[in-house]
């Protein structure tokens, strides 16, 4: 598939030998090379070599960027050859820098480069057929003119990397020669542990001179680097971060679920100096907002802000003093091996437990204005009916709360098949469903029934729902579908997930234009398909191994969500606790950060320290201080 470079072009003879202002860019073009100058950076063109420097205003280099990219296929490698010298064109809003090369894989293999005043806007764009397996920008595969072939990278000049991303170890500023991974994919597997916000804001920065912090957003200088494009085109699990050798490039990876029929262009890669992560991140969402990537603020009700109980810190708990009471010890040491059939956390969603658990609020005075009936009310993940055994008639038990003023949220499991038929579903290759299939229409109206049952009067009549686990999506090349599957086309990734999403948000709303839809998908093209942001759990150590607190945590990604979701309300969550300590101060610093979240009741699962009656009369004193200050808010 070899074509003849554009960069063998000359360089327009209007470009040659002069300055040319447009809206805030030149192009300088001299017997020592070509440069394009902005408001706020330049790009140097490096002799013989696909690669360009950019640097500040005063000279000091951000990276030598890579003018190579790939769009690999999941069989095939796509490597470039007889790579020339980039062409710059001038525009009506800047210049325009083009690289294009032959390609194992595709006719036409381009990579673009807009020069904006403020800004590079880099994309990449091919012509063929063909699967997407692994796009990668700013780096790539190729085999030069001067012998050197493989892959290539960008030079990394910066010392820091910021990431938006919780991971374990917490680390939001890291070393620029660590890895990272954002995504709709993890767990709490080694490696796997950044899912906390799925997805995150799909957004990282290089910074100088700025020190590893494991929760800090420190102001200085810093060289911001996000995708831009509508949901609809992220059609991939994970965008990466892959430094090697002081280079480093950017990985999308597709699982050959978007297919190329004739040209296709890539999300384009927004790179800005900024001064700050959070002027980085309120950039990303004003660019995404400006261009219709992002809904504006949810419609917020009343009762959406009232302080909640999640049961699930209180199952854990529970389950932690069975398992103790089991082997005749006070508390469950860490590494302790369990017995057979201990209790689990999941086994305790059950009415009698939480009407024990709402019964010792009560007499505290602790009365939260929403339920949260935390994993497992159901019998089977993807059916989402009630376990009988557990909740003998939840349909009644809601409208007793409902009864006492309070609504209730059913906890929601995304991606989990368990109990539905292989056809709806994402399966591995020998048959067993792994994933649901959000590209499939009939798993969509089965949910849509699903959601309408359980919000309806003819239902459950809950009142939203919060959904967990959309880290869990599937990923891989060898999984499959079925035929009617949108997923063949690209329905795969983040824009699966936004799907999911969006069918829950619709079909609750239909059922009960009030209902609240909690996730933890924070990223601003998801707006729209939640309600409220919910911080998730907290994690535990940074990257030397100390524990770093509960509140510094939290507080770093409420100032993340406040960036690129600042109209949401966020469930301040409170799982899991080192001990009661902490718990106490995160529960005191709730009200400043969004809607209180009480998880715990009697005790404490890290620790095993009994929670006190003075304790709970704490929390209903910090509850009614916060609802005295909403009553005043909404009188204003």
Not at 24 to 45: F, P, Q
Not at 67 to 86: K, T
Not at 379 to 399: F, H, V
Not at 545 to 559: D, I, N, T
């Amino acid at each position: 598939m070899d074509v003849v470079p554009r960069s063998t072009r000359a360089i327009p003879s209007r470009v040659q030998g002069g300055r040319f202002d447009r809206r805030g860019v030149r192009v300088e073009r001299s017997e020592s090379g070509t440069v394009v100058r902005a408001r706020t950076y330049s790009i140097e063109l490096i002799p013989d070599a696909p690669r360009v420097r950019l640097s500040s205003l005063d000279g000091r280099p951000w990276s030598e960027l890579s003018l190579i990219a790939s769009a690999h296929r999941p069989d095939a490698a796509d490597e470039g050859w007889a790579v020339g010298e980039p062409t710059v064109d001038l525009t009506a809003e800047g210049a325009v820098l083009r690289l294009a090369s032959s390609s194992t894989l595709w006719s036409r293999r381009e990579l673009i480069i807009e020069c904006r005043p403020d800004e590079l806007r880099v994309r990449l764009e091919v012509e063929g057929d063909g699967r997407l397996g692994d796009l990668t920008l700013l780096g790539g595969r190729a085999m030069l003119s001067s012998g050197a072939a493989g892959e290539f990278r960008s030079s990394i000049d910066a010392a820091a990397l910021f990431v938006p991303a919780p991971t374990e170890p917490v680390q939001a500023i890291r070393s620029s020669a660590s890895a990272a991974r954002m995504g709709v994919v993890g767990d709490a597997d080694p490696g796997r542990l950044h899912g906390i916000f799925s997805p995150p804001p799909l957004c990282i920065a290089l910074g100088r001179g700025i020190a590893p912090s494991a929760t800090g957003m420190p102001a200085g200088e810093w060289l911001a680097m996000s995708l831009v494009a509508p949901v609809e085109q992220l059609g991939f699990t994970e965008f990466g971060y892959e430094p090697l050798d002081g280079g480093f490039l950017l990985r999308l990876a597709y699982d050959g679920r978007t297919c190329v029929t004739g040209r296709w262009t890539s999300p384009e890669l927004v790179v800005r100096q900024v001064g700050s992560p959070a002027e980085a991140l309120r950039a990303y969402r004003g660019e995404l907002a400006a261009a219709g990537f992002a809904d504006g603020a949810p419609a917020i009700a009343p009762w959406h802000l009232e302080p909640l109980f999640c049961g699930w810190g209180a199952q854990c708990a529970r389950a932690v003093d069975l398992v103790a009471h089991s082997l005749g010890r006070a508390r469950v040491e860490p590494g302790m091996i369990l017995p057979p059939g201990a209790a689990a956390a999941p086994d305790l969603a059950r009415q009698d437990l939480y009407d024990e658990w709402l019964t010792a609020l009560a007499a505290q005075g602790v009365r939260p204005g929403t339920i949260v009936i935390d994993d497992r009310w159901q019998d089977e993940y993807g059916t989402n009916l009630p376990d009988e055994r557990k909740w003998p008639d939840l349909a009644s038990w809601i409208r007793d709360r409902h009864d006492a003023g309070q609504r209730v949220l059913l906890w929601f499991k995304a991606w989990d098949p368990q109990g539905l038929d292989p056809e709806l579903c994402v399966c591995d290759p020998s048959g067993t469903p792994v994933a649901v299939d959000p590209g499939h229409p009939g798993y969509l109206a089965r949910l849509r029934e699903q959601v309408r049952w359980m919000l309806s009067p003819d239902g459950l009549d809950a009142d939203g729902f919060k959904v967990d686990f959309t880290q869990r999506a599937p990923m891989g090349a060898l999984l499959s579908t079925s035929p009617e599957s949108a997923a063949e086309h690209g329905v795969w990734g983040i824009a699966a997930l936004h799907r999911l999403l969006a069918t829950i948000h619709e079909a609750a709303h239909n059922a009960k234009p009030d209902a609240l839809v909690i996730a933890h998908a924070v990223h601003p093209s998801f707006a729209g398909v939640s309600d409220m942001i919910r911080l998730n759990d907290v994690l535990e150590r940074d990257a030397a191994g100390a524990p770093v607190p509960v509140e510094e945590q939290l507080a770093f990604r409420h100032a993340i969500t406040r960036a690129v979701l600042p109209d949401h309300p966020i469930d301040t969550d409170q799982w899991p606790m080192p001990d009661r300590a902490s718990w106490l101060s995160y529960a005191r610093r709730q009200p400043e950060l969004g809607v209180p979240a009480l998880y715990y009741v009697d005790a404490i699962d890290g620790s095993g320290e009994r929670i006190l009656a003075r304790d709970l009369r704490e929390i209903a004193q910090l509850w009614g201080a916060y609802r005295a200050r909403l009553a005043t808010e909404r009188g204003r």
